[in-house]
């Protein structure tokens, strides 16, 4: 594989137009990535994914090379139609469009991020592997008082001119005092057997808002690996929200570090899974600062062959007194042969905090369906309702109604 990737990594800086300081970089990000390789269970955040193993049994050989000089068409049949909106639209791994028409434009700033200024984790490998080959990365700004008119839907997409290939893209978000940000993650791959590596970046300074829907429902055969590190000001808000079920394996990273005073991070997913998907939701809330609020709920209903894991930890500095940390999750087993694992974790330092965690799982209730029965339902009508109930309640945690009708038509809950 090292002979492989070094040489797609040479191809792909053919037809760039980096500086010599931003290549360095790169190749700086090659080794440390080369050093370490893929993930594996020997390491205790992928002891339940291993996404190296993942990898080959799925995909093959991976090619590391994608031309971003290449010409891609943006396909009209993935937007969404009766919901107005900003958009930015990434084909294979490359920005082709940002729309933000509805709103205004002195309050929104686009820049490049410079190689050399990106967000680095050494222990990361797959950070060091998005470094490495990741086209143009973008910063979008909203500068101070200001909150987006419209949702900002960010369409992740691949078309058939790549397949068995590594994709990755990063962008960059800073959300200014006093300012809000709506976005919804739309996965909609039209290609196969892809893995596709995302990192996100968001800075929110004091009373910043951000509101992000992750919504992967589209059946495909592709690898996704997402990673979120946010940082958070006084009195600032993260909302997150993860629908997963549509990728073979998907894993959702997130990193949350509440560095100001009653700042909050809200992470609320569903896993909803059949045939042979694997898919993980990993957490870390950091606690830093005093009078800081967590919560954390995440579900699954699984099926057939399918794989759901939960990974969440709670650190609680020994400065961060009046902490509020709550997590969460439960699994229905919807066959014997699926799995689920759950790893809650609390690290806490300081004495006067309120933090739990727990998880749950287990099969359907048959009683309750024989109760449903008896009332009229057929077995499948009643089937389909508990488990909807089960998952109206992370649904309802969405506090913004647009978003939430959206995933409620998304699931079938809007019956």
């Known amino acids: 594989m090292e002979q492989k990737i070094k040489l797609d990594f040479e191809n792909s800086l053919k037809n760039s137009s980096f500086s010599d300081q931003e290549i360095r970089s790169k190749r700086n990000s090659l080794s440390n990535f080369l050093k370490i390789g893929y993930p594996n269970r020997k390491l205790e955040n992928w002891k339940f994914s291993d996404i190296s193993q993942i990898i080959k049994r799925s995909i093959g050989e991976v090619s590391y090379y994608n031309d971003y000089t290449t010409k891609n068409e943006i396909d009209e049949t993935i937007l969404i139609k009766d919901l107005e909106h900003n958009k930015i639209i990434i084909v ?20 490049n991020v410079d190689q050399e200024n990106v967000f680095h984790d050494k222990n990361n490998s797959l950070i060091n592997l998005n470094n490495s080959f990741a086209d143009k990365t973008y910063k979008i700004i909203i500068k101070k008082n200001y909150s987006l008119k419209k949702p900002l839907i960010i369409y992740q997409t691949t078309n058939k001119k790549v ?92 990193k949350c570090d509440l ?18 998907e694997h898919h993980e939701i990993r957490t870390h809330i950091n606690h830093l600062v005093e009078n800081t609020k967590s919560y954390q709920l995440i579900k699954s209903v699984i099926d057939d062959s399918s794989k759901s894991v939960y990974q969440g930890k709670i650190y609680v500095d020994s ?97």
Do not use: W
């Not at 791994?93 to 028409?101: A, H, L, M, N, P």
């Not at 005073?261 to 059949?274: E, M, P, R, T």
């Open 92 to 111: 294979n791994g490359k920005v082709i469009k940002f729309d933000f028409d509805y709103e205004d434009k002195d309050k929104i700033e686009i820049t």
């Open 259 to 276: 560095e100001g005073k009653y700042s909050s991070a809200f992470i609320n997913g569903i896993h909803s899974l059949n045939n042979e």
């Open 319 to 415: 400065t961060a007194q009046k902490a509020d940390g709550y997590q969460l999750s439960k699994a229905i087993l919807l066959n014997e042969n699926t799995e689920f694992n759950a790893k809650p974790e609390l690290e806490i330092y300081a004495d006067d905090v309120k933090c739990s965690h727990g998880s749950t799982s287990g099969n359907l209730d048959e009683g309750s369906i024989f109760y449903l029965m008896s009332r009229g339902l057929d077995y499948k009508t009643a089937r389909e309702l508990i488990i909807n109930g089960f998952l109206l309640d992370v649904v309802e945690k969405i506090t913004d109604e647009q978003i939430k009708k959206l995933v409620k038509n998304i699931i079938g809950l809007d019956q």
């Open 163 to 254: 397949s068995n290939t590594n994709i990755n893209f990063q962008l960059y978000f800073e959300i200014h005092e006093n300012s809000s940000l709506r976005i919804v993650d739309m996965v909609d791959n039209k290609s196969e057997k892809n893995f596709v590596n995302i990192f996100y970046n968001f800075n929110l300074e004091k009373n910043a808002i951000l509101k992000n829907y992750k919504l992967d429902t589209k059946i495909s055969s592709n690898i996704k690996y997402v990673f979120d590190n946010i940082t958070l000001s006084e009195n600032s808000i993260s909302e997150i929200f993860i629908l997963s079920s549509g990728s073979n394996f998907s894993k959702n990273e997130i």
